[in-house]
């Protein structure tokens, strides 16, 4: 998302169109009856939603299970985050960035630059190195600011795991660049529940975000690879082709294209992948985006797109859906909701699709636009009690049915945890 926010989400906003949409679209609600405070419940004509009660940040969730941190301290929860059976010291929790639950109940959760497994409920947790292709440890940079190492492993998106022929597969990106320091860009996975950690692709060097100072020879990424970018937006995994597919941003400065659509397959007799860039573009288009999902072999994603442009010219924008294979072929795409805002981040389950506008190009303080159809009819609420906030990191339903979602200031830094109960 946002290459610079005072050039790209203020210099290139304009006008906000009026937004439309195939299926017929209401036009923004103030949504809340009453203001809510933690632990209380909001309602919308399409759904409840409550803020996370206060004590623990629940970064993540998976069934019954939730895990938070706060202060010096990691929690777990196995009752949708009510109450916490386990809390653990862990002196830097308060620089976490990323935590996925894997189906045996193992948890991988990263600070900034360092990556962390617990195999036992959080009675313990050990350091996870990560392989490169190679099989050698691919160690973190020594930043010159100690206290600007770089997000190694936070992510954009909420959902990192798959099936993948019966076995489960955790692969994710790193949304980085933005704030922490400079750091390379890369895809991970995992095929043994987090127990190890390697490198599915690395972009290349990117002369724009390098420690301060660095000399060419030193910059971080792949010396090898041209394919450039800022930060990975969205991983996901379409099990009709088998294969993966990611998309990156940000803006072309001089460099070439950062915004681009990979699609990688993985074999696990080999233990390799190959990835192939099908699409690169400069920044108003759809294809700077995010927010992938895959639903019976149709492709779905938000478009992020925000300039530059010529004044006279709309920008790309809206939520979409084709057939993996038309993807490069705008003309095959159809549109489902003509958003007037950028939104990268967009998740459906059980027939429910929403995404999350950014709030410092929107009207609207805290924007969702949601749709209870498939994308056939939308609505757009503004929960606007919790200020500018950008939700982002959706995560499907825990076990009482509930979708959890960051609510980050601005667009990155966090903010509260927001949690959304479709009515039916």
């Not at 706060?70 to 985050?81: M, P, V």
């Not at 190195?129 to 100690?146: A, M, Q, S, T």
Request: with cysteine; charged share 25%.
């Amino acid at each position: 998302m946002p290459s610079n926010q005072n050039q790209t989400r203020r210099m290139f906003l304009g006008a906000a169109v009026a937004a439309t949409a195939a299926g017929g679209l209401m036009r923004p609600a103030r949504a809340s009856l009453r203001a809510t405070a933690p632990g209380e419940i909001g309602e919308t004509p399409h759904f409840w939603y409550r803020l996370a009660p206060e004590g623990p940040y629940i970064d993540s969730q998976r069934g019954d299970r939730a895990f938070g941190f706060k202060g010096d301290r990691i929690f777990l929860s196995e009752d949708n985050a009510k109450t916490w059976s386990r809390e653990t010291p862990f002196p830097d929790a308060e620089n976490i960035t990323f935590s996925c639950f894997q189906k045996g109940g193992e948890i991988l959760f990263a600070t900034r630059e360092k990556l962390y497994l617990s195999t036992d409920g959080l009675k313990s947790y050990n350091e996870i190195i990560v392989k490169d292709r190679e099989g050698r440890d691919y160690l973190p940079h020594k930043p010159k600011d100690p206290d600007q190492p770089g997000w190694y492993f936070h992510p954009l998106d909420g959902v990192h795991t798959w099936d993948v022929d019966g076995r489960e597969m955790l692969v994710w990106g790193n949304y980085c660049n933005v704030m922490g320091g400079a750091v390379p860009v890369n895809i991970f996975y995992s095929t043994d529940d987090g127990r190890t950690v390697k490198l599915a692709y690395s972009f290349g060097r990117n002369p724009h975000f390098q420690e301060p100072g660095a000399e060419p020879g030193s910059f971080l990424g792949d010396p090898s690879n041209p394919v450039i970018c800022r930060h990975i937006h969205s991983v996901a995994f379409n099990p009709a082709e088998r294969a993966f597919y990611a998309c990156t941003g940000d803006i072309d400065r001089g460099e070439g294209h950062e915004c681009h659509w990979l699609r990688g397959e993985y074999d696990a007799r080999a233990d390799a992948w190959k990835w192939v860039v099908l699409v690169s573009v400069n920044s108003n288009s759809r294809y700077k985006s995010g927010g992938i999902n895959f639903v019976d072999n149709q492709l779905y994603w938000a478009a992020d797109a925000n300039g530059p442009k010529p004044e006279d010219q709309p920008y790309d924008r809206g939520i979409f859906r084709c057939a993996p294979t038309d993807l490069a072929d705008p003309s095959k795409h159809t549109r489902l909701f003509d958003a007037p805002f950028e939104m990268a981040n967009l998740l459906i389950q059980d027939g429910v699709m929403f995404a999350g506008h950014c709030a410092p190009a929107s009207t609207l303080a805290t924007g969702i636009a949601y749709s209870p159809d498939m994308g056939q009819t939308w609505v757009e609420y503004d929960l606007a009690e919790f200020g500018p906030r950008s939700p982002l990191r959706f995560q499907e339903k825990n076990g009482e049915g509930w979708f959890r979602m960051d609510l980050r200031k601005g667009w990155i830094e966090r903010g509260e945890v927001l949690f959304l109960k479709p009515k039916a």
